[in-house]
């Protein structure tokens, strides 16, 4: 475990994200200090290529057994991502070794993390540390822009959620240097030493401009699959037809709206008790004249 004094006066090293070296940054910010480059890792992982294939024919594999045989590197990929057997060989230059967090010898950083020094954190093709520096812990991602500062409390309830995501945990146990030279000039252009009050600051005025663009994105539609174009004809659609509901609704709950549905009403009653009598004389002149009509032929039938 690391010791009351303060290593690297107090700094702390962090790395920001080049091409796909997160395995770089991640085994230098364990090390809090730029000791690997891209070339040392790939050299690493050139050896364990080799001495795989070598274990492979001497059990007896032959080249019908797959692809591990071939010249295709199975430690490090074209564009620079690196397996845990590479970080793992690195760590071990500084006698630190790399345990997974679901072993039983690591049962006691289950319970408790804070007994810990370092965690790496792998999903896919990224790799990060979480470090223990001067007694404080710190997410050393290299996506971010400078370190960020975890309290103990904390520190559990994230871990336990990078399990829930599906990331894999190693604990890396050992003694870890103490001091590194404190130079722009070994960290490969993308190494920084920070207090770790710049560190805070540079959090903070990063985390306000997230929340900013977190504020933007929430007012654009979230149907990934409609471009801004159609969400917002479809918006706009969706709002006339609002409109035209509301001002139907109010229309028909209007006071006059309703004065004259019942003067219509009202007209229509009084149209059809008109026609009824109407009806009735029509009906009643037409019987008087089939009467006068039978009256005359019956005299003429007596003349």
Known sequence: MEGATASNG?????????SKLCAVHCVNTV???????????????SDLDRKERQMMLEGGASVSSGDFLSEDSHNVSLDGDFSIQVLEKALEVWDLQVIPLNCPVAEPAQIDPELE??????????????RKVNGEWYNFDSL???????????????LDSLKGF?????????DFPKECPISSETSYGYGQWLSPEDAERITKSCNTREDSKRMKLTQQPSDPLLSTSEANRLSEMEDEDLKAA???????????????ATATDTDTATATTSTEPEASTTTQTENKNSSEEKTTAQEEEGH
């Open 166 to 174: 599906g990331w894999s945990i190693f604990i890396v146990r050992g």
């Open 144 to 158: 971010y822009a400078a370190p960020e500062h975890l309290s103990k409390f904390y520190l559990s309830a994230y």
């Open 31 to 45: 090390l809090q200090g730029p000791f690997f480059s891209e070339f040392d890792l790939a050299a690493l992982a």
């Open 10 to 18: 107090g700094m702390l090293y962090h790395e920001v994200q080049e």
């Open 117 to 130: 020094n370092a965690f790496i954190c792998h999903l896919q093709d990224h790799w990060f540390c979480i």
């Open 246 to 260: 509301i001002a139907a609704s109010l229309l028909d709950s209007s006071p006059a709206a309703t004065a004259t």
